[in-house]
């Protein structure tokens, strides 16, 4: 009886055993995994890449390689070469998401504050004098039919605030706009009237029915444009270490989206220099568009995205670019006596230094060709190139504006 109570001790010291040699073997495969995935997932260098992830062989190391989704979309919040790839395009993006809604809450309309205060104006006008000041204007007012029109038009249109849009049709803006003063008038008379003292209540009065805002989207083509290019820009540095099929897809949606950016910044400076030429604004405004589009058609061929193809590559975008001298030069012809043609030139060359700028360096990997691996982090190429392009892309914005005060001032 003890021998066999011996032997069951035996075997539950031996299972006891056992147990324990699975649960340090569980325990030391449960650490061997971490510790690869740890490996796994650690920044690699140049030499360790798969070729389709070399592109620059003066970037030496800190490489992610081939990571699942979660980890490269958590990899936006650590350091490795493309942190700051996708942070100075991901920051432009939200720049310009900014600028369109700006933009979009400043475009002008009919000041409705000041039509509700109509009333009040005509009762505080001093009518007996403006109808003197009115005479050589209107020939028929010593008759009175046009005086009357206008207190008729007054009357009835006035009660219903929802037929605004339609103050520009009163035939008050017809009997008044000759004798307002030039700069709510855009006809060439120079009437007598013209040049007397019309007095300022009038002014106020009409001036709000003369403002007719041009059309934006020649503008927000050019801010929708921008704003694809840098978002697609910067996935595509983010998510482009997963595999090979998503780069090769990563990188055509980058190059569609610069193609996209230089045509769509045509649109503005052609649209509003032109917009009274309709034969040149459509030739121009064409020809950028089926240049965009032969670009990101030729982007979409494999072997364009071969390292030798590099120089090519910024060569192709950087002759875009400089296509836009053509209706510059133009635009400079029609308009040499108007300073808002000289000013957004200014703007537009200087865009033009910002683009080609960072097309040069972007070719010519610099500085890190100087001191491989000392720009791996901070400082190569590429992100001088990025932080360039949102430069122009702003100083276009800039551009923009001046064109929409213009036009929007001068009309056609």
Known sequence: M????????????????ED?????????????????????????????????????????????????????????????????NVWTHLIGFVLFLCLTIYTAMKIPTVDLSTLQNFHDALRNADLQNLRAELLTCLPSLPHMPD???????LKTSMPSLHLFPSLSN?????????????????????????????????????????????????????????????????????????????????????????????STSFYPPVYYSFMCYPFFCNLYMGFITLLGLVTILASLIPVFQNPEYRTLRAGLFFGMGVSGVVPIFHKLIIFWDQPEALHTTGYELL???????????????????????????????????????VAGAYTHYRAGVVYLRWRDLKGC
């Open 2 to 17: 003890g021998k066999k109570v011996k032997n069951d001790e035996q075997v539950k010291s031996v299972c006891e055993s």
């Open 351 to 389: 865009m033009g230094v910002f683009y080609g700028l960072g097309a040069l360096v972007y070719a010519m990997r610099i500085p890190e060709r100087w001191m491989p691996g000392k720009f791996d982090i901070a400082g190569h190429s590429h992100q001088l190139f990025h932080v360039l392009v």
């Open 147 to 153: 005086l009357h029109r206008l207190r008729e038009e």
């Open 170 to 262: 009163w035939h008050v803006v017809e009997l008044l706009t000759n004798c307002l003063p030039e700069r709510f008038s855009h006809s060439n008379h120079s009437d007598m009237c013209v040049l007397r003292s019309m007095k300022d209540d009038v002014a106020n009065i009409i001036a709000p029915l003369m403002v007719r805002p041009i059309t934006r989207w020649p503008f927000f083509a050019f801010l929708g444009g921008a704003m694809f290019c840098l978002l697609a820009s910067s996935t595509c540095h983010l998510l482009s270490c997963h595999s090979k099929r998503l780069s090769y897809i990563m990188l055509r949606m980058d190059y569609a989206g610069i193609a996209a950016l230089i």
């Open 20 to 84: 324990n040699n699975r649960t340090s073997s569980s325990q030391k495969d449960g650490k061997r995994q971490r510790l690869w995935k740890k490996v796994k997932y650690q920044l690699v260098e140049y030499h360790s890449l798969p070729g389709y992830l070399k592109d620059n062989e003066y970037i030496i190391g800190h490489y992610r390689s081939e990571w699942p989704f979660k980890q490269i979309l958590l990899s936006i919040f650590t350091i490795h070469n493309e942190t700051l």
